[in-house]
């Protein structure tokens, strides 16, 4: 069956696949890791064997080599020093070359990438074993600083054990970070024994050499320290053989020797004066027996991870089968639920989608339309029966209720609140055309300048007053009351709407041609106009200028109004010109966008494009398109009084604009200026 996103049946498969493929995923997981990880101990194991043994003979090597070194530093003339010494270098480099070679084998692509570079980090140092040799054989190192060299050295092997350690589970790392030290502890019983046979073979002058003496203490205290802490760790037969050893007269000789030299007075004397030289044969006895111990921890530590993965093994395939078990039965339930809930919920899917994408759409329209709806006959009960189904179907019952009668009631406060808007605009209306005709008469009545220009100033703001009561009316689904019957210039409608702004002396109007705007469009126009042209003035600096001009073209006449502020971003710019081109619903909240709704409403009333741009001033460009079907040809000079709708009787006005003198749209007792300067007050002709 091909599974389509918005289908019931597959979601429903989807959700039952999902914890079924999780499940059948884990069981797989868990099984490839029980699994690899069997796989990988026995890796670990054979890789330990393919590159160990080759580090720990190359340690074991080094070692020889560097007891050769300090006894030849120590004493340069002894022939047989420098024997012994060129064939611990001649099996060093052999040993060295094996596992170099080992780095190329089948079994380097099984190391994980710390134990490569910690294989990596012991080729990397030991390239510094022929700088190391070259100063040893022109005898311009010291016997202790080659000591030191040769450690170094020997140091990243143990890096390189401790790497396989790591991999390791159960309680085998641990028990192989304490082999590992206690290597290191032989390590340091190594240098110990170097360091004092220098002591003993050089001169008395060297062997007096504090520093030389603490070399050796130093490297006494630290193997004391880790076997003394380590061989505590280790199981009970391990420690066993630990203190076999520790109590046999080969480690009693030598730490009798470690005392005395550590407690001596005259180290020197102790070192060199004694018959016996106890960190020759016995060191070399005790570190033998060491080995072997460690050899056969690091045996026993093969064999158990050997036994744990052949366990693990056995528990993994037990899982695995009882997992297999439990997949297979969540299969057979997951399948036999999923087809009775896909039947029920298709049921529930058509019966709600039908609500959802016819009944209640239709309903939202009508509510929107403002036509009366009946809740109960809109909204149909959905019964599915008494279970959890059922159950979903009575709460989307309960849902759809309140929903519509939440729409309702929006609608109602909508109306409400329109009606109330209309109603205030429209007294206000009233109330205005009054004050504007009680101001043309004291305006003709006044004589004194100054006063006359206070009247002008009052007409203007008043003037300002009625377009903002005529914005509440268009907010609020309503029309403006003032219209024209005759057409009017489309410069005057331009001259008008300046007017009707508070920063008109900044605006200037270029010519225009002789074309007109029929009667019934030009209060809408001029609203518009001034609407964009307030924008332009309140958004530029005050200093600057807003330029209106005006062309025919193909499609209509094109008002262009360019102001020279900051500009809008392209996302703030796109954002507008979608609000002014879609029809929106009108948001109370959203009150600093109440001139977009004005604009954008008038302009769908009447099929006006308007479109904002960057300007070429740096600014913003509003470009308004009047349609062809709104233009007249002939035009009257002087229109004659507005034909008044409504309680609105005012008339349409038009304060001075600061560019050359023209008519102004006047009606009845309306009262127009000649044009001003910016900076003049409004003045009657």
Known sequence: MRLRRSSIRARIVALLLVPLAALSGLWVYATLVTTGDVWNQLDLSSTYTAFGNPADQYAYDLQQERSAAVLRLAAPGNADYAAAYDKARTTTDRDLQLLRYQGSSHDAGKLDADQRARYQDVLSVADQLGAIRSQIGQYKQSWDGALRDYSDLITPVFAFRSSFIAKQTGSLPRQGTILVELSRAGEYLSQESAAMRALRAGSAAAASDPRKQQVALDATNAQQALFRIYIAELDTQDRQSYNALRMGQNWSLLTAAETGFDKAADRALEVRGGSVDYWDETATAVLTDIDAINARLAADLGTQARDNAIRSLVRGGTAGLIGLAAVVLSLVISYRTGRRLVRELVGLRNAAA?????????????????????????????????????????????????????????????????????????????????????????????????????????????????????????????????????????????????????????????????????????????????????????????????????????????????????????????????????????????????????????????????????????????????????????????????????????????????????????????HAAPAAPAASPIRRP
């Open 354 to 670: 039908d609500l959802s994408a016819t009944r209640l759409p239709s309903v939202m329209l009508r509510l929107r339309r403002g036509d009366a709806v009946d809740v109960v006959a809109e909204v149909p009960q959905l019964d599915f029966g008494a279970g959890e189904i059922g159950q979903v179907g009575r709460a989307f019952n309960e849902v759809q209720r309140v929903a519509v009668e939440a729409a309702v009631e929006q609608a109602e406060l909508r109306r409400g609140v329109s009606a109330v808007f209309v109603n205030l605009a429209r007294r206000s209306q009233v109330l205005l055309h009054r004050q504007l005709t009680l101001l043309d008469t004291m305006e003709r009545r006044t004589e004194n300048p100054r006063e006359l220009e206070d009247l002008f100033r009052l007409d203007h703001l008043t003037t300002r007053m009625r377009r903002h009561a005529e914005g509440l009316i268009i907010l609020s689904g309503g029309s403006p009351g003032r219209a024209w019957r005759k057409p009017v210039r489309m410069v005057d409608v331009v001259r008008a709407a300046v007017g009707e702004v508070e920063d008109y002396a900044r605006v200037q109007v270029r010519p225009f041609p002789g074309t007109g705007l029929l009667g019934s469009a030009v209060a809408d126009v001029t609203h518009l106009v001034a609407e964009l042209v307030e924008n332009a003035t309140v958004f530029s600096p005050p200093q600057t200028q807003v330029t209106v001009q005006g062309e025919v073209v193909a499609h209509g006449f094109c008002l262009e109004i360019d102001d020279r502020g900051l500009g809008l971003s392209e996302q703030h710019l796109e954002e507008i010109n979608q609000r002014l081109a879609v029809e929106q619903e009108f948001d109370l909240a959203d009150t600093d966008r109440l001139g977009l709704f004005v604009v954008s409403r008038l302009a769908r009333r009447h099929g006006i494009r308007v479109h904002l741009r960057p300007s070429p001033y740096g600014g913003t460009s509003a470009v308004v398109l009047v349609p062809r079907e709104l233009l007249a040809e002939t035009v009257e000079t002087a229109p004659d009084a507005p034909r008044q709708s409504g309680e609105d009787t005012g008339t349409h006005r038009r304060p001075p604009a600061p560019a050359a003198a023209a008519p102004a749209v006047r009606g009845q007792g309306a």
